[in-house]
């Protein structure tokens, strides 16, 4: 069974940064893609970026492009989200997921169904 945990969420004001943390229980972690999603109060859960599993390749929703950047560090079990430039609009609990197939379970990284451990998930409060 893998775990995951997730850290560094809080209250930042705009235009502020974090860094969100996913560390993963088990020695497979280096063969699973990882994303980030999030869920706003009274929205449904949303795509914000993945990586694939050799670390070449990365995705980013379009809301998030320029000013999210997701890495990992295999030696560390360890997937990040650097946010910079924080909006109100991004405002929401983030979830990891790991994806142990490493090709998203055949469907589209953005697909919540592509993953298949999920972590419990960290607030992100972003003030005007």
């Known amino acids: 069974q893998v775990q995951l945990v997730e850290s560094g969420g809080g209250l930042v004001q705009a235009g502020g940064s974090l860094r969100l943390s996913c560390t993963a229980s088990?020695?497979?972690?280096?063969?699973?893609?990882m994303g980030w999603f999030r869920r706003a109060a009274g929205k449904e859960r949303e795509f914000v970026a993945a990586?694939?599993?050799?670390?070449?390749?990365?995705y980013s929703a379009n809301s998030v492009k320029g000013r999210f950047t997701i890495s990992r560090d295999n030696a560390k079990n360890t997937v990040y989200l650097q946010m910079n430039s924080l909006k109100p609009e991004d405002t929401a609990v983030y979830y990891c997921?790991?994806?142990?197939?490493?090709?998203?379970?055949?469907?589209?990284?953005?697909?919540?169904?592509?993953?298949?451990?999920w972590g419990q998930g960290t607030q992100v409060t972003v003030s005007s």
């Open positions: 990586i694939s599993w050799s670390i070449s390749v990365t």
């Open positions: 997921a790991a994806d142990f197939s490493g090709d998203f379970n055949g469907r589209h990284y953005n697909d919540v169904l592509g993953y298949n451990s």
């Open positions: 088990g020695r497979t972690f280096r063969s699973y893609a």
